[in-house]
T-cell receptor, first 112, second 114 residues
Framework: GENVEQHPSTLSVQEGDSAVIKCTYS??????FPWYKQELGKGPQLIID?????GEKKDQRIAVTLNKTAKHFSLHITETQPEDSAVYFC???????????FGKGTRLSVIA | EAGVVQSPRYKIIEKKQPVAFWCNPI?????LYWYLQNLGQGPELLIR????????DSQLPKDRFSAERLKGVDSTLKIQPAELGDSAVYLC????????????FGPGTRLTVT
């Protein structure tokens, strides 16, 4: 089955700096890669996703890149703010309504 | 649009007791998932429903866990009897079946077994 590895497990950045989180996956059939933000005591919130037919997607300060050949994808957050502090999860699936396989998460701390 | 609703938000029980969690998905979402999230880990699938049919329950420990989704809307996840290792967050998510990829999660139920 699919296996998703996520790095780093923790990340601290100064406010205004950029943050990058990287994930690799094992199943070449995977074609959908969402990113979730989870704040303390809340459920995961979908913040951006990408499908395998594109290499990059951007939404304001957040961008995701995908390299299908290397089987890795990354989340980029620019101009970080204290409210970006949370745990971020990457995930992969073969698309449609199939279950997501998650990475173990990255705890991002943005220091003011 | 209302999100995925779960209750209770927190539950503390003694081991060997039964417990049930309830989920109401986003209106119109035919697919419902129950995920288990252990501390410091990503969610892991327990069971997936297409309408009222369980189509993927291979990860559900069937000796003590059961689930149902009567009428294809609300769902209940039950544990009987609970064990210390069941302490975790139980997340419900939903998505539209037809051509949709995005899964939306509820706030979860945090279970503590003492």
């Amino acid at each position: 089955g699919e296996n998703v590895e996520q790095h780093p497990s923790t990340l601290s950045v100064q406010e205004g700096d950029s943050a990058v989180i990287k994930c690799t996956y094992s199943d070449s059939a995977s074609n959908y890669f969402p990113w979730y933000k989870q704040e303390l005591g809340k459920g995961p919130q979908l913040i951006i996703d990408i499908r395998s037919n594109v290499g990059e997607k951007k939404d304001q300060r957040i961008a995701v890149t995908l390299n299908k050949t290397a089987k890795h994808f990354s989340l980029h957050i620019t101009e970080t703010q204290p409210e970006d502090s949370a745990v971020y999860f990457c995930a992969a699936s073969i698309g449609g309504n199939t279950p997501l396989v998650f990475g173990k998460g990255t705890r991002l701390s943005v220091i003011a | 649009e209302a999100g995925v609703v779960q209750s209770p938000r927190y539950k503390i029980i003694e081991k060997k007791q039964p417990v049930a969690f309830w989920c109401n998905p986003i209106s119109g979402h035919n697919t419902l998932y129950w995920y288990l999230q252990n501390l410091g880990q990503g969610p892991e699938l327990l069971i997936r429903y297409e309408n009222e049919e369980a189509v993927d329950d291979s990860q559900l420990p069937k000796d003590r866990f059961s689930a149902e989704r009567l009428k294809g809307v609300d769902s209940t996840l039950k544990i009987q009897p609970a064990e210390l290792g069941d302490s975790a967050v139980y997340l419900c998510a939903s998505t539209m079946t037809s051509g949709s990829y995005e899964q939306y999660f509820g706030p979860g139920t945090r279970l503590t077994v003492t």
